[in-house]
């Protein structure tokens, strides 16, 4: 089993930055590909990013393109979303999603991934 926990959510003005971190435990995710999705009040949980297991693909949204990054350290089994030039419509919970194969197949489709963290609130304010 693979427990996902992510960290570094909070309160930012808009225009400022965050990064998140996910941790895994349990069974290391080196070889996994590793997503981030995001949850809005009154919203359906969408795609935000995805990175392969190498770190050599990675795959964005249209809406967030450009102003966030994915990037993973595989000795730490830990994955990070870099997120700047923030707005409000960037609020929301964000989770962290593995996957139990390396290449990012289906990558935008939230039934794809194997394993789930519960969510760090990121409140953007205007």
């Known amino acids: 089993q693979v427990q996902l926990v992510e960290s570094g959510g909070g309160l930012v003005q808009a225009g400022g930055s965050l990064r998140l971190s996910c941790a895994a435990s349990?069974?290391?995710?080196?070889?996994?590909?590793m997503g981030w999705f995001r949850q809005a009040p009154g919203k359906e949980r969408e795609f935000v990013a995805a990175?392969?297991?190498?770190?050599?693909?990675?795959y964005y949204a249209d809406s967030i393109k450009g102003r966030f990054t994915i990037s993973r350290d595989n000795a730490k089994d830990t994955v990070y979303l870099q997120m700047n030039s923030l707005k409000p419509e960037d609020t929301a919970v964000y989770y962290c999603?593995?996957?139990?194969?390396?290449?990012?197949?289906?990558?935008?489709?939230?039934?794809?991934?194997?394993?789930w963290g519960q969510g760090t609130q990121v409140t953007v304010s205007s």
């Open positions: 349990g069974r290391t995710v080196s070889s996994y590909c």
């Open positions: 999603a593995a996957k139990s194969v390396g290449y990012c197949t289906m990558y935008e489709a939230r039934t794809g991934y194997d394993y």
């Open positions: 990175i392969s297991w190498s770190g050599g693909s990675t």
